[in-house]
C-alpha cells in the first residue's frame, strides 16, 4: 500500500469518525434553546367511586373497561331500611304537626281562661265592697265580710295563675307559623335526613370515563366510604416529565412544548405548555426517603417532575392512557415567567355536581305532610 493510500483511508476514518461523533451529540445532546427527556408518563386523575351510606350491593351496572357518563348509576344499594326510615321520619313529622297545633290550640284555652279569672276578680271583689257597706248599718256580720275578703283573694291568686299558664303556653307559639315551629322543624330535618340516606342507596359516576379498579360484588355489604371502583377521565391528561436538576435552570411555566407517546410512534406529535415544577424531587416525596448521612454517599443526579398540559382537540383525536411513555421537548427560549410559579394555574382546578344531593324531592315530601296534618 502506497503512502498516498495510507493517507486518504486515514482521512477516511476521520471523516468517519467525526460524523459519528457528530449523530451522537444530536441524538444525546439537546439543540440549543431547548430541554428533552424520555423520563416522562402520562398522568390523570384516579376518582375513587365510594358509598355514601353502608348497605348490600343488588345491582352493578358497570365493571372494568367500560366507559360511564357522569351520573350515571353505578352501584345500586337495598334501600328497604332506608325507606323505613324515611316512613318513620314522615310519621314523626306529622305527630309534630299535629302537637304543634295542640300548642296554639292550648295556648287560646288558657288566654280565654284568663279572661274567666279576671271577670271571677271582678265579682269577688264587686261582693266584697257590698258586704262592706251592709256591715257599716249593720245588716251582716263582720264573718261574712271576712269571708268575701277570701274569697277576693283567691280570684285575685287564680288571675295571677292563669296568667302565668298563659304567659307559658303563648311562648310555645308566640311570633311563629307552624311551620317554623321547634319541634316541626326537628321533625322535617329527620325527613331530610332519611331522604337524602335513600337517595345515596344508588352510587353515581363521579365524573365521565373509563372504569378501572373496580373491586366490589354483588351481594357485598358495604361501610360508608369503602372504595367500590375508579373513573378516569381521558379528556383530561397531562404529562409528568422527570428533568434532570440540570436541566431545570431555564424551564419555566409557558413554554410549548412538543410530545410523542411510544404508542404512536414520531409520526404522531402532541403540543403542550409546561404547568409548573413540583415542590421538590422524586426521591423527596418517597415512601422511604433516602438517608444521605452517611459514609459511603454516592452522588446520583436527581430528577424533578415537570407538570406539562397536553391539548384536549388532539387527544381526542389520539387517545392516550394512563402509564404510558412520552418523549418530551421543551422550548426553552421564553423567560418570561419565573421558574416557580407564584399563582395558581389555569390548568387546574376540578368541580362535579353529580354528588350533590338535590333536597327538593325531601322539601316535597316536608310541605305535603305539613299540609296534610296542619
Known amino acids: 500500500m502506497t503512502p498516498s493510500m495510507i493517507s486518504r483511508n486515514v482521512m477516511l476514518a476521520t471523516g468517519v469518525l467525526a460524523l459519528a461523533g457528530a449523530a451522537y451529540t444530536c441524538i444525546n445532546y439537546d439543540v440549543a434553546g431547548s430541554e428533552s427527556t424520555e423520563d416522562a408518563f402520562v398522568n390523570g386523575n384516579v376518582v375513587a367511586v365510594t358509598a355514601q351510606v ?23 344499594l337495598d ?27 292550648a295556648a287560646g284555652q288558657n288566654g280565654a281562661n284568663v279572661d274567666l279569672r279576671r271577670v271571677d276578680l271582678s265579682r269577688a271583689k264587686a261582693d266584697l265592697s257590698r258586704r262592706r257597706e251592709l256591715l257599716a248599718s249593720g ?14 283573694r283567691v280570684a285575685e291568686a ?9 304567659a307559658g303556653s303563648q311562648a ?13 322543624m326537628t321533625a322535617a330535618a329527620q325527613v331530610r335526613d332519611a331522604y337524602i340516606a335513600a ?15 373496580r373491586n366490589v360484588q354483588l351481594g357485598q355489604k358495604i361501610t360508608p366510604g369503602a372504595a367500590l371502583m375508579s373513573v378516569v377521565p381521558l379528556d ?17 411555566p409557558g413554554q410549548p412544548v412538543k410530545l410523542s407517546a411510544d404508542l404512536y410512534g414520531r409520526s404522531v406529535s402532541y403540543s403542550g405548555i409546561v404547568v409548573g415544577q413540583d415542590a421538590g424531587t422524586g426521591s ?91
Open 54 to 76: 353502608g348497605g348490600v350491593v343488588t345491582s352493578l351496572a358497570a365493571d372494568t373497561t367500560d366507559h360511564v357518563s357522569a351520573g350515571m348509576p353505578l352501584v345500586v
Open 284 to 374: 423527596a416525596f418517597a415512601l422511604l426517603p433516602a438517608q444521605n448521612a452517611t459514609g459511603n454517599w454516592i452522588k446520583v443526579v436527581q430528577r424533578v417532575p415537570i407538570r406539562v398540559a397536553l391539548d384536549p382537540k388532539q387527544l381526542a383525536e389520539h387517545p392516550l392512557q394512563l402509564g404510558l411513555s412520552m418523549r418530551v421537548s421543551v422550548d426553552t427560549r421564553r423567560q418570561e415567567a419565573p421558574r416557580l410559579a407564584s399563582h395558581q394555574s389555569e390548568h387546574h382546578g376540578d368541580q362535579t355536581d353529580v354528588l350533590a344531593t338535590p333536597l327538593a324531592g325531601a322539601d316535597a315530601i316536608v310541605n305535603d305532610v305539613i299540609a296534610a296534618n296542619r
Open 236 to 252: 383530561h391528561l397531562w404529562v409528568d416529565a422527570n428533568f434532570k436538576e440540570s436541566q431545570l435552570a431555564h424551564i419555566r
Open 158 to 166: 287564680a288571675l295571677d295563675a292563669a296568667r302565668q299558664q298563659w
Open 199 to 213: 337517595y345515596r342507596t344508588s352510587v353515581p359516576a363521579p365524573v365521565s370515563g373509563v372504569v378501572t379498579k
Open 139 to 152: 245588716a251582716i256580720s263582720g264573718e261574712e265580710v271576712q269571708h268575701a275578703e277570701e274569697a277576693a
Open 79 to 105: 334501600d328497604v331500611d332506608a325507606r323505613l326510615a324515611l316512613d318513620r321520619a314522615k310519621a314523626q313529622l306529622a305527630k309534630s304537626v299535629r302537637l304543634a297545633r295542640a300548642q296554639v290550640a
Open 172 to 184: 310555645l307559639v308566640d311570633r311563629i307559623s307552624l311551620d317554623k315551629n321547634p319541634e316541626v
